[in-house]
């Protein structure tokens, strides 16, 4: 069956370090997301791609990067992992742009930064 | 996106149907209301969405009302695997608009 994965389920790491978290679904979906969720704020938009090499700023893209090179993976990096973004990831995605069309989530990335 | 409101909690009999309502008095005519929900530490699963008219999938059913203020998110048959935190968005989907905003949603819990 087409599904979305995260890897890794659980991540800890020390400030100032390097993480990216993988995104892969096998939909072929063309619009994929990264969401981050914290107590008292919801799902908050970090990053989205409408499609390979193309890359788009969310609400809180600040410290976040992605890349796009193929239809299937997303992956988020931290380019220096600061303790205010210890937080649970989500990534979606979507098969096209507009009309009526719904965001699938992944199960999710618990990260932890020391 | 129109702002909705949800009770904050709900609690419904294991096997009854659990009706979540949803108020989005705000609503505009190009506006879907989707429905979400999240099972403690899981991501967000889709349900089912629309946007005039009464909706019905193997999940749930949809009730919208006819000035489309208000919506009805019911599950036929609660199962204790219903137990989540059930999620009202009203959006317009359109190139360039792909965030959703969950607000704090109705924990409904199934009661044995």
């Known amino acids: 069956d087409a599904e979305i994965t995260q890897s890794p389920r659980h991540k800890i790491t020390e400030t100032g370090r390097q993480v990216t978290l993988a995104c892969h679904q096998t939909?072929?979906?063309?619009?994929m997301f990264w969401y981050r969720q914290d107590l008292g704020h919801g799902l908050r938009l970090i990053h989205y791609s409408y499609g390979v090499q193309d890359t788009n700023k969310g609400e809180v893209s600040d410290g976040y990067s992605v890349s796009r090179s193929n239809t299937e993976d997303l992956p988020l990096t931290l380019e220096s992992a600061a303790s205010s973004q210890t937080s649970v990831y989500f990534c979606?995605?979507?098969?096209?742009?507009?009309?009526?069309?719904?965001?699938?989530f992944g199960p999710g990335t618990r990260l932890t930064v020391l | 996106d129109a702002k909705t409101t949800q009770p904050p909690s709900m609690d419904c009999a294991e096997g009854r149907a659990a009706n979540l309502p949803c108020n989005h008095s705000t609503i505009s005519g190009n506006e879907y209301v989707y429905w979400y929900r999240q099972i403690h530490s899981q991501g967000p699963q889709y349900i089912i969405h629309?946007?005039?008219n009464n909706e019905t999938n193997e999940m749930a059913s949809l009730i919208i009302t006819e000035d489309r203020k208000s919506s009805t998110l019911i599950l036929p048959h609660a199962t204790l695997r219903d137990t989540a935190v059930y999620y009202c968005?009203?959006?317009?989907?359109?190139?360039?608009?792909?965030?959703?905003?969950f607000g704090t949603g109705t924990r409904l819990t199934i009661i044995p």
């Open positions: 629309g946007l005039k």
């Open positions: 939909w072929n979906h063309n619009n």
């Open positions: 979606a995605s979507k098969r096209t742009s507009g009309g009526s069309d719904t965001q699938y």
């Open positions: 968005i009203v959006r317009v989907t359109h190139f360039g608009n792909e965030k959703l905003t």
